[in-house]
């Protein structure tokens, strides 16, 4: 399979998936335990939903690990397991995908704050890290995704724990942004150019954002990464901002919206698209019908 | 007073080296320790809070204010114990689910001490049993619960009829927070309050405690 990162540099758009929580829930998933504690007791899950966004159109798979770093496993008594637990999601995303998708390890952020604002040392984030990637490629990932992240110092030291196990691999790596009256932030104060730099320097080969915003931010969000770096960017937006219907939680963008907004992504240059909170294989699969149907290669098209 | 503006801005500034001296020399001039909590410590951690709703200020500076803040408190602790301000009263917080998403809920743990409340956190994915056990235990006010997950709101209804179920509506105050959250919803399960941020959720708390008194 040709590597991710050719097919993007050739200004080829990928379509990554969507969320995997939602649906871990709808099939039982109990409130309070740890979604990657399935890794290891229900595997065949993860495989199925691995499938359905495939057969959805999706070529980048996610691994069900976001919260697998041994870190963040000691919330639950895990850390103890957090090898056979990401070596069991990757498992579990090939056995689904084979070689007709990447499979995409994912990472999100420890839980942690580092001193000197919080308790946690780096060299402590580092190794649990490393835990994780040393597990997550060692099992085959083709592409390792670190998202979430909104301290840059953590999406640093994940990145370079990711190179420190393979010179090679793809990393992407995403920020969670705050519109604000001054521009996008995270929580902990980044900003886009910030992040650009940054996450660039620290060796990702794409970098974006994920969460915490719907199409039309996202789209915004773009824009701004685009005035900062020339990495491949990847975008992964929620399904909008969640609303309550009578106690149950809504994401009001529908699939059909979302491909109208993949095209407006793929206008601004994003290189991979897919979905987070509230997204499904039905957002994935109009998405994918829409950038077939609408989206000319590069060559053959000048956007907008 | 001067120095207690100094305290405040120290604090504002997240320098909690500088925080114990000026504390300590505010004490030696005379001023008591009531005054130099409220003026100081808590009006600058005021300030911040208010800073970092408008996006001016961002989480490590809200963290570094908390130290400085701890770093005061530990030397105002004794006398204002031993000067018999009692605080305004106990209440336990918590999410009623895992993530990162205790920051929030953190914030306002800091925020409550701040305003001079005993604070009793009970971390993450606390569930509706323990926090009236909890509160019932330590004759806690409030309970501050928050969510960011939509499937476990409903842990915060649990708590509200738990409550309810036991007699102590009236004893102890429930308030709830967190992306998901509105003030709908608290409407709706029947909590006592919403705070939409830090701020709002401090007032809310204040408002409930004094209610209970």
């Known amino acids: 399979m040709e590597a991710v990162i050719s097919r993007v540099g050739r200004g080829e758009i990928l379509l990554a998936d969507g969320a995997i929580g939602s649906l871990l829930m709808g099939r039982g998933l109990a409130r309070g335990a740890a979604p990657e504690s399935l890794n290891l007791s229900h595997p065949e899950m993860l495989e199925e939903i691995a499938g359905l966004y495939l057969e959805a159109g999706a070529e980048i798979v996610q691994t069900n690990t976001f919260g697998a770093s041994p870190l963040k496993l000691e919330n639950y008594g895990l850390a103890g397991q957090a090898a056979a637990i990401n070596e069991s999601a990757v498992q579990a995303v090939r056995r689904a995908v084979g070689e007709r998708a990447y499979v995409s390890a994912s990472c999100g952020p420890s839980g942690r704050i580092l001193r000197p604002y919080g308790d946690t040392e780096a060299e402590k984030m580092f190794a649990s890290f490393q835990t994780q ?71 990702a080969d794409v970098i974006g954002s ?48 979302m491909a109208e907004m993949s095209l407006e ?20 699969r109009a998405m994918r019908r829409t950038l077939d149907k609408e989206w000319k290669k590069p060559n053959g098209h000048s956007p907008a | 007073m001067e120095i207690l503006k100094q305290i405040a801005q120290c604090l504002e500034a997240g320098d909690d080296a500088g925080v114990t001296p000026l504390v300590r ?70 999410s009623v689910q895992g993530d990162l998403h205790d920051i929030g809920k953190n ?19 606390v569930a509706a049993s323990t926090f009236v056990a909890t509160a019932k235990k330590h004759d806690a006010r409030v309970i501050g619960m928050s969510a960011l997950l939509t499937t476990t709101m409903p842990v915060m209804k649990e708590v509200v009829d738990l409550l ?20 709908n919803y608290a409407g709706e399960i029947g909590a006592d309050a919403y705070g939409y941020d830090c701020a709002q959720a401090v007032a809310g708390v204040k408002k409930l405690a004094a209610a209970v008194q």
């Open chain 2, 25 to 94: 020399q505010a004490l030696e001039d005379g001023i008591i320790a009531k005054t130099v909590l409220d003026e100081g410590l808590i009006a600058g951690m005021n300030t911040v809070g208010e800073k970092f709703r408008v996006h001016e200020i961002f989480l490590p500076d809200v963290l570094l204010a908390a130290k400085a803040m701890y770093a005061g408190m530990d030397v105002l602790k004794p006398l204002l114990i031993s000067a018999g301000v009692s605080s305004r009263g106990r209440v336990v917080i918590g």
């Open chain 1, 210 to 257: 994920n969460c915490g915003n719907g199409s039309l931010q996202m789209i915004a969000i773009a824009r701004e990464f685009k005035k900062f770096s020339a990495l491949p960017l990847l975008i992964q937006a929620n399904a909008g901002v969640p609303e309550l219907r009578s106690g149950q939680v809504h994401y009001p963008e529908t699939p059909e919206y």
């Open chain 1, 133 to 203: 990637m040393q597990a997550l490629i060692g099992a085959g990932a083709d592409v390792v995704c670190i998202e979430t992240m909104s301290d840059i110092s953590e999406a640093r030291l994940a990145v370079r724990a990711a190179r420190s196990v393979s010179p090679s691999i793809p990393i992407m790596a995403t920020m969670t942004f705050e519109a604000t009256a001054r521009g996008f932030f995270t929580i902990m104060g980044v900003t886009i150019e910030k992040a650009c730099r940054e996450l660039h320097e620290a060796g």
């Open chain 1, 265 to 284: 992504l793929a206008r601004v240059g994003v290189a991979v698209i897919g979905g987070c909170c509230g997204t499904t294989p039905e957002h994935t």
């Open chain 2, 164 to 183: 309810k179920k036991e007699n102590l509506g009236g004893r102890i105050k429930t308030i709830i927070g967190g992306a998901p959250v509105s003030q």
């Open chain 2, 107 to 125: 914030l306002v743990g800091i925020m409550l001490k701040g305003a001079g409340f005993e604070v009793i956190d009970l971390g993450n994915d």
